[in-house]
């Protein structure tokens, strides 16, 4: 396509565009419509797997070192474990301090003077350990047990797959609804452009008649959707992010929620931005392509 070209076609996109007023404004709002639900689907996934992510980092498993061996001897064994892949940290605790913590415990409950007259040497040294990717913490476990020194591990083996499958069926749906809504977004597009379409099926008659290629026909549709694409997209930016704001607040206020992390969106704005502007120009393009086809068959 020449300069020449390009530059008719879009020349003829933007007329077009102010020609149709009131259909380019329908086909805006249904790219803002249509960018918001997609986007708050993300936003919503986003954060839960950001939530999920802060709980994954929480879990942790606990190393026994063996009875009987002196501190010096388990602070050495922190070397090997951190050299275990997927090992993240390994958190030293010795006996007297372990048995601190299950006074603390219980310091307000009717069991408390139970550890009031226990020995100090009681408890065995540990580590706590944590690791960086939850799905492996199972081979984690057996690596660390595997450690000459540590006699027995404590796993929550249980919750960390619960974890895994919640993080992995939600972000399944997320992009299944999102893929979904991308396909219906098109399709509802390509029916608003085909009704502005529909006015002008004779001009393009004539110019299939005079011999116009059916890509030097289809280019100005293209430029059109494009920039109702984009203009949709800046609209739908700025207003996602007034109800994200207002979503933030509410979770805020309501300290039920507090477990959710939500992300600000000032981290995601530069993503969001680029996805919301690529997603508006494919769906502007597309529905223009759609939409045309049918009045190319003179």
Same mark, same amino acid.
């Given at each position: 396509?020449?300069?020449?070209?390009?530059?008719?076609?879009?020349?003829?996109?933007?007329?077009?565009? %102010?020609?149709?007023?009131?259909?380019?404004?329908? +086909? #805006?709002?249904? *790219?803002?419509?249509? @960018?918001?639900?997609?986007? =708050?689907?993300?936003?919503?996934?986003?954060?839960?797997?950001?939530?999920?992510?802060?709980?994954?980092?929480?879990?942790?498993?606990?190393?026994?070192?063996?009875?009987?061996?002196?501190?010096?001897?388990?602070?050495?064994?922190?070397?090997?474990?951190?050299?275990?892949?997927?090992?993240?940290?390994?958190?030293?605790?010795?006996?007297?301090?372990?048995?601190?913590?299950?006074?603390?415990?219980?310091?307000?409950?009717?069991?408390?003077?139970?550890?009031?007259?226990?020995?100090?040497?009681?408890?065995?040294?540990?580590?706590?350990?944590?690791?960086?990717?939850?799905?492996?913490?199972?081979?984690?476990?057996?690596?660390?047990?595997?450690?000459?020194?540590?006699?027995?591990?404590?796993?929550?083996?249980?919750?960390?797959?619960? %974890?895994?499958?919640?993080?992995?069926?939600?972000? +399944? #749906?997320?992009? *299944?609804?999102?893929? @979904?809504?991308?396909?219906? =977004?098109?399709?509802?597009?390509?029916?608003?452009?085909?009704?502005?379409?529909?006015?002008?099926?004779?001009?393009?008659?004539?110019?299939?008649?005079?011999?116009?290629?059916?890509?030097?026909?289809?280019?100005?549709?293209?430029?059109?959707?494009?920039?109702?694409?984009?203009?949709?997209?800046?609209?739908?930016?700025?207003?996602?992010?007034?109800?994200?704001?207002?979503?933030?607040?509410?979770?805020?206020?309501?300290?039920?929620?507090?477990?959710?992390?939500?992300?600000?969106?000032?981290?995601?704005?530069?993503?969001?931005?680029?996805?919301?502007?690529?997603?508006?120009?494919?769906?502007?393009?597309?529905?223009?392509?759609?939409?045309?086809?049918?009045?190319?068959?003179?």
């Amino acid at each position: 396509m020449s300069q020449y070209n390009m530059g008719y076609h879009l020349k003829e996109g933007f007329h077009s565009i %102010f020609t149709h007023g009131l259909m380019s404004f329908a +086909a #805006v709002c249904m *790219i803002v419509a249509c @960018l918001i639900i997609m986007g =708050s689907f993300s936003l919503v996934a986003v954060s839960l797997d950001n939530t999920l992510g802060d709980l994954e980092a929480q879990n942790e498993f606990t190393a026994y070192v063996e009875e009987g061996m002196d501190e010096a001897g388990a602070r050495a064994l922190e070397s090997q474990i951190l050299q275990i892949p997927n090992v993240a940290s390994a958190t030293f605790v010795n006996g007297q301090q372990a048995l601190e913590d299950y006074r603390e415990r219980y310091v307000d409950s009717e069991n408390a003077v139970l550890f009031e007259d226990l020995p100090e040497d009681l408890l065995q040294h540990r580590f706590r350990i944590r690791v960086v990717d939850i799905e492996q913490l199972a081979q984690t476990v057996e690596a660390v047990e595997a450690v000459d020194g540590i006699s027995d591990t404590q796993a929550a083996l249980d919750v960390a797959r619960g %974890f895994v499958t919640v993080r992995n069926v939600a972000g +399944a #749906v997320a992009w *299944i609804l999102i893929l @979904l809504l991308l396909i219906i =977004s098109l399709f509802i597009i390509a029916n608003t452009i085909k009704l502005a379409t529909f006015h002008r099926r004779e001009e393009i008659a004539i110019m299939k008649m005079c011999g116009a290629t059916n890509w030097f026909v289809r280019w100005p549709f293209i430029f059109e959707g494009m920039i109702l694409g984009f203009l949709g997209a800046v609209v739908a930016f700025f207003l996602q992010w007034g109800i994200y704001s207002l979503m933030v607040t509410a979770i805020t206020e309501y300290g039920g929620l507090q477990l959710i992390a939500i992300v600000p969106f000032q981290t995601l704005a530069p993503q969001v931005a680029v996805i919301f502007v690529a997603a508006g120009l494919l769906i502007g393009a597309g529905g223009s392509l759609l939409a045309i086809r049918k009045f190319l068959q003179v």
